[in-house]
């Protein structure tokens, strides 16, 4: 298990990749390995309280995508994102076949079972496709950047 990220690439194209097979605490890790890599790629200006929001948003979404890989796909094995001129693509790979679907609609102010309602709301766009390897699945969603930090 990689306790850091590694970085392929150089420029505004860039990928990193946080491996969390056995890992504890996935959601905390995920959590700050992507707010590392939003203040990297100028995402968390200071004083910009818009890009702020966005950041925010998108820590929210990979807060799910993880949450959701624990409690219903066997945990999360890796965590990827892919920052290309503004656009942020996070993936979350994981050992079930099954991918995400929508619910019986609950009442807003029961906990648990908003993930994809969250995801329909926030998410540039997302969605979820099989392992290249045919083992599992990929969860991903994209946000478009704060157009004022684009390359």
């Keep these: 298990m990689a306790?850091?990220?590694?970085?392929?690439?150089?420029?505004?194209?860039?990928?990193?990749?946080?491996?969390?097979?056995?890992?504890d605490r996935v959601v905390t890790r995920c959590r700050d390995f992507t707010a590392r890599a939003l203040a990297d790629w100028g995402w968390t200006p200071p004083g910009d309280p818009e890009a702020r929001e966005l950041a925010d948003d998108v820590l929210l979404l990979v807060s799910e995508v993880v949450t959701n890989a624990c409690l219903h796909a066997g945990g999360p094995e890796e965590l990827v994102l892919r920052h290309r001129r503004g656009l942020l693509?996070?993936?979350?790979s994981?050992?079930?076949?099954?991918?995400?679907?929508?619910?019986?609609?609950?009442?807003?102010?029961?906990?648990?079972?908003?993930?994809?309602?969250?995801?329909?709301?926030?998410?540039?766009?997302?969605?979820?496709e099989t392992r290249a390897d045919g083992h599992g699945k990929v969860v991903w969603l994209e946000m478009v950047g704060p157009p004022s930090r684009w390359y």
């Design 3 to 23: 306790d850091d990220d590694t970085r392929d690439g150089a420029g505004p194209d860039e990928v990193r990749r946080l491996e969390l097979r056995g890992a």
């Design 89 to 92: 693509r996070a993936e979350v």
């Design 94 to 128: 994981d050992p079930s076949p099954d991918h995400p679907r929508r619910g019986a609609p609950r009442p807003a102010s029961l906990p648990g079972g908003h993930g994809v309602m969250v995801l329909d709301r926030l998410a540039g766009r997302w969605g979820a």
